[in-house]
């Protein structure tokens, strides 16, 4: 059984950019969930995704955007990056929506200039 | 955004020595989660709490899940090296409202 996989590991962008991260849920699994991890804070929720619709949002503005595929691979998309998204990205896979046991990936470490 | 209020912040112990650690929030859960974080990997569930009231255990770890409904502990016996990182609370309050809230974690160091 494959985990939850993340790409790219890490990545550097300047402000005003765009950004996709990526992950792959782990199999059997139909739900992504999001979450912003900032240096020495706990995660924070940006959105999930359940069976390709958005489940849930955040407080986090709409240049946060998302996107589950039929395999329920999932997208993170972030348009005019600002300094303060600079955090690792954290996916977590769960077998459904209603299911609090959530398998968190390695993330993705963004760091903006 | 909301986070829950996790403490201590940081914590060093002698291997052997048990530790103790909560977590409080000013709004109710319904669900209670622990995880642990090692440097450049994402969390790991160690014990989830469905129950006001109710007592779990992972092997040396053991979880309750407070009365009140707003707080936690988590407890390690005999602590080892290998149990250093960062430790997270997390709550969701249920129902349609699938999100986690997170604390801001507990870093422990164990001294061999």
């Not at chain 1, 300094?83 to 896979?93: E, G, M, N, Q, R």
């Not at chain 1, 769960?94 to 968190?104: A, E, H, K, L, V």
Request: with cysteine; glycine share 10%.
């Amino acid at each position: 059984e494959t985990g939850v996989t993340q790409s790219p590991t890490h990545l550097i962008k300047t402000r005003g950019q765009q950004v996709t991260l990526r992950c792959s849920s782990q199999s059997g699994h139909n739900t992504v969930s999001w979450y912003q991890q900032a240096l020495g804070q706990g995660p924070q929720f940006i959105f999930q995704y359940y069976r390709e619709e958005e489940n849930g949002r955040g407080n986090f503005p709409p240049r946060f955007s998302g996107l589950q595929f039929p395999n329920y691979s999932s997208e993170l998309n972030v348009n005019a990056l600002e300094l303060d998204d600079s955090a690792l990205y954290l996916c977590a896979s769960s077998y459904d929506r209603g299911t609090d046991t959530q398998y968190f990936g390695p993330g993705t470490r963004l760091t903006v200039l | 955004g909301q986070q829950l209020n996790q403490s201590p912040q940081s914590m060093f112990i002698q291997e052997g020595e048990d530790v103790s650690m909560n977590c409080t929030s000013s709004s109710i859960f319904n669900t209670w989660l622990w995880y642990k974080q090692d440097p450049g990997e994402g969390p790991v569930l160690l014990i989830a709490l469905y129950k006001a009231g109710e007592l779990t255990s992972n092997g040396r770890l053991t979880a309750q899940f407070g009365i009140t409904r707003k707080d936690s502990f988590l407890n390690i016996s005999a602590s080892i090296p290998s149990d250093v990182g960062i430790y997270f609370c997390a709550g969701r309050s249920g129902g349609s409202n699938y999100k986690l809230t997170f604390g801001k974690g507990t870093l422990l160091t164990v001294n061999p």
